[in-house]
């Protein structure tokens, strides 16, 4: 029998997959400061399936971030197959298939959400992957592709059917892209009739909005995202700890996350690369328009220490 994802995944506190955000570094972060699951962004089952040196590379991790899931995304079940086959020695420990991304190039061919549509070629793809991995499978979804289409509600018995032993649910369609609110009772619909754990995500910020969707019927766990962006203390207030970070905090946690970055090989690239991070970290201090034109310039690590430093300063003296 295919064993179940780790409840660290399913019955705690995820970080959720944002491609061009939560490589190794940040993902380090959030572990650190709570998050108990995590999964890597997704990357192309066709690229794993064939070892393609970038996506390789992108899938790097440090063992302290095991257990680690894979997300795969794609349309061709033999794909999933053949890269279900190679993840287990690469020291994952479970594969979760993306159905919900909402870019237009990714739905162009037949991947992410434009497999709400496609229900059979999704179960080929669960059904093929389980078989060919001893590893958990699970399945990110949305609610449906529009509100005026969404998913029946028996979408988890038959995904389970298919092999899956747990799911995420976006509260979210499609056509809502990242916008709008979270759609709770059409999430309730789906994950009260899930046989299988469900890790419920969209929009939390606060412990109520993470209390919010674990009181709904079948979910067991919560997966925070765009919350977590320059915010990796969210784990910590989701536990019950402090919200914000302490004096020295916010440098000891961005100049970490820096040198992570730095050394995951990313060369001059890497600080540029760090401007997207620390525009999130520097929301919400005195003088934020300033602190962000500053951050979309910094060059070398010296100028990011400089500027958390300027922006601690304006907080805590
Ligand atoms: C920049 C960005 C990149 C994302 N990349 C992925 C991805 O690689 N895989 C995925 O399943 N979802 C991806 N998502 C969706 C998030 O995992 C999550 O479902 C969504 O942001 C809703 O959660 P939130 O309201 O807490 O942000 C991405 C979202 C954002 C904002």
């Keep these: 029998m295919t064993p179940a994802p780790p409840p660290c995944f399913t019955h705690g506190l995820a970080l959720a997959p944002m491609a061009g955000y939560t490589g190794s570094p940040f993902r380090i972060i959030c572990r650190e400061l709570g998050a108990t699951g995590l999964v890597t962004e997704m990357v192309t089952a066709a690229g794993v399936s064939r070892r393609s040196v970038k996506t390789m590379r992108s899938i790097r991790f440090d063992p302290m971030e095991r257990p680690l899931g894979i997300q795969l ?11 279900a086959e190679l993840v287990a020695d690469l020291g994952f420990s479970f594969i979760d298939i993306n159905a919900g991304c909402p870019v237009k190039k990714v739905l162009k061919s037949g991947s992410g959400s434009a497999l709400l549509r496609d229900l059979p070629r999704l179960a080929a ?46 509260g979210r369609y499609r056509s809502d892209m990242f916008g709008g609110s979270v759609d709770l009772a059409g999430l309730e619909r789906l994950s009260g009739r899930s046989p299988v754990p469900v890790v419920a995500n969209g929009d939390v910020r606060t412990p109520e909005d993470g209390r919010r969707l674990m009181s709904l019927k079948g979910v067991t766990g919560v997966m925070v995202g765009r919350g977590a ?22 440098r000891s946690v961005v100049m970490k996350h820096l040198d992570l970055t730095l050394a995951d090989g990313a060369g001059s690239g890497a600080v540029h690369s760090f401007r997207g991070h620390l525009i999130h970290y520097l929301k ?9 034109d500053a951050a979309v310039r910094v060059n070398s690590r010296e100028d990011v220490a400089e500027l958390v430093e ?8």
């Design 73 to 83: 995304f794609g349309a061709r079940p033999g794909d999933f197959a053949r890269s």
């Design 125 to 170: 793809i669960v059904r093929e992957t389980s078989a060919a991995s001893p590893l958990p499978v699970t399945v990110k979804i949305r609610l449906g592709f529009t509100p005026e289409e969404p998913l029946s509600e028996g979408v988890c018995e038959m995904l389970c059917d298919a092999g899956a032993t747990a799911l995420t649910i976006h």
């Design 229 to 250: 962006l320059g915010n990796p203390w969210i784990f910590r207030r989701l536990s019950g700890g402090a919200a914000s970070p302490a004096p020295g905090e916010l």
């Design 284 to 292: 919400g201090f005195p003088g934020a328009a300033g602190l962000r």
């Design 310 to 317: 300027t922006a601690e300063r304006r907080v805590f003296g």
